[in-house]
């Protein structure tokens, strides 16, 4: 046993000011253990001492509690749905100058992935997208803008070829045309003000790791975040149930307006 759970969140949360009551407690606990007993640690409270004292440790930790998967144009239908239904919608509605605000972005690939969409539309130099994530080693890494191939696998083979260069056997470096359409910043979902006046939030794949009721702090600030007639686009695992309930109707499936 490596003592009391409920000490070492209340000992991270000082630390770090990460709440992981926010967490699925069972799916985090079981991540973090296996973290901690990695390094022969014995103890919550000795793990928190070398979290205090080593800052390999606690860059590891923050960026293990943090889930980075990712991968451009991840689930391509949808990006479908983004460039023929959703993108006329917004610029209908607030013209080609978009607010555009990607969560929770992990490595980068999601608001590059939309900086290649935008610019089907827009000259790259008229295109800005805020990025943020908790998580300030993937933010780092996003800036760096090297990715495997695998992670390419859903891309457009034109946007590839436009837009990255092979730099080894596995690996491609995105231009810096589009890395400059991107503002990359720290943020906590849970802790942070939001950005106002969004026309597009895009914040896939994150929410199925909170519990119920940081879900609904979370679609209700999203909710304030946007401008009216503004979309929220999430994951396909995501699917908002009472949408109404937060102040969103369904658009298209993943796809939420706010009314």
Not at 86 to 99: A, C, E, I, N, Y
Not at 110 to 126: G, I, R
Request: with cysteine.
């Amino acid at each position: 046993m490596l003592g009391s759970y409920e000490a070492f969140k209340e000992a991270i949360y000082q630390l770090t000011k990460i709440d992981l009551n926010s967490y699925k407690e069972r799916q985090m606990k079981r991540r973090i253990d296996a973290l901690i007993l990695k390094h022969g640690i014995t103890s919550y409270k000795n793990y928190v001492e070398v979290l205090k004292t080593e800052k390999a440790y606690y860059d590891e930790f923050i960026n293990y509690i943090t889930i980075n998967v990712s991968e451009f144009y991840r689930n391509p239908d949808q990006w479908a749905v983004l460039e023929h239904e959703v993108l006329p919608h917004l610029f209908k509605s607030f013209g080609k100058q978009l607010k555009i605000w990607s969560a929770a972005c992990s490595t980068g690939d999601e608001p590059y992935s939309l900086v290649m969409l935008l610019a089907k539309f827009l000259p790259l130099d008229k295109i800005k997208i805020l990025a943020t994530d908790i998580d300030r080693l993937v933010i780092e890494k996003a800036k760096i803008g090297l990715y495997h191939y695998k992670s390419l696998r859903e891309l457009p083979k034109e946007y590839i070829i436009k837009y990255f260069k092979q730099v080894s056997e596995h690996t491609y470096k995105i231009s810096d045309d589009i890395k400059a359409c991107v503002e990359f910043r720290q943020h906590d979902l849970l802790q942070d003000p939001y950005p106002n006046n969004c026309d597009l939030i895009v914040c896939r794949n994150v929410l199925i790791y909170f519990t119920d009721e940081a879900k609904t702090r979370i679609y209700q600030n999203f909710n304030n975040a946007l401008k009216n007639d503004g979309i929220l686009f999430v994951g396909s695992t995501e699917q908002m149930l009472q949408a109404n309930k937060y102040g969103f109707y369904t658009f298209k499936s993943f796809f939420y307006i706010k009314k």
